[in-house]
């Protein structure tokens, strides 16, 4: 009789935790899966607005084991990133480690760039007050060593930068080669840039550590900026909703104060580029379309610095450099409604 007490006492601790857990896995839009055929993923951040509801959709989703978060400079510096990721982390109730990256592009800080997140990214609000601290490993030999230990089965979801990235390649591109896949939200994709014309502001933060990630050839899926379709941002009214919503919700609302601002000073809805990239991983109906592309970095001093040409295959050029593997796969179109119902159901619940 006790024994049944304390299971059914125990249950009902049990569900209740989960009940109260941040921001609920079974929000997140996934079927589920068992945790033996999670997905293993390294989640590389600049930790800036977008990164944080990117963060919380993967840390969110039952299909993925994130096996740590590697930040580094971009949207803000590097201490005020890390205290970012731990935070959102947090929030999210992930017990995922962070490890602390590059602090600096790899030849050139580009001081001409603007925070549109808020001095501290997370839109000025004080929110930023994270219990826990980053590892002592450094960010590229904990992405060295878990791809090493973890043979063509980790996956790098990169929201910044690629500084991180370039600098394993750096030190040990045999072990690199060994990635499963890296998802990117970077480049301008097939349409204009955000930093110049037509660069897009984590190229353009460091185009030569894309230079060196795409010269290594490795597996990679690029969601480009011209993803960021009207029907993918948020509007006021998705503010509100949010702000009534699920802790993450709560959360992100007062996080996007800054970049909401920003783009309603442009008289545009919000958008929330890194999440489109974390879609692409979790939610593989999402994406309806891709090309096989070969990209080259700009890296001239001069006013294409940052952008990235992406040959099509199978497009004929008068003027073609020699091109390797297509081992790019840009998405160039994706499932808008089933995204923005998915995202809202983790801010909102519903
Ligand atoms: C990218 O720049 C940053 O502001 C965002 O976090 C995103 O990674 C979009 O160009
Ligand atoms: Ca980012």
Redesign the pocket.
Known sequence: MKKIYFSTLLSAILVAALVMTACSKSGSGDSGADSAAKRKVIID???????AA?LMLAATSEKLDILGVTVLY??VPLDAAAKNALMVLEVCGSDAPAYIGADKPLTKYREEMI???GEDGMGDQDLIHPKGSAEDKAAVDFMLETIKANPGEVEIIA??PLTNIAQAIQKDAETMKLVKHIWV??TAGFGP???SPVA???VY?DAESYDIVLKAELPMTIVG?DC?LEETRLSQADMDAMAKGTDCGKFMNKAFTK?FAFYQSLGQNM?V??AL?VAAVIWPEYVLETKKCYGVACIGDDAAYGQIILYQEGAVYEAMPEIGNYNLDVVTGIDTKLYKKNFMKIMTGK
């Open positions: 951040t600049d930790a800036g607005s977008d990164d990117a971009g949207n925070s549109v997140h929201l910044g939200m970077g840039g955000n930093a897009e502001f984590n933060s900026l960021m970049l958008g580029p890194d990239a």
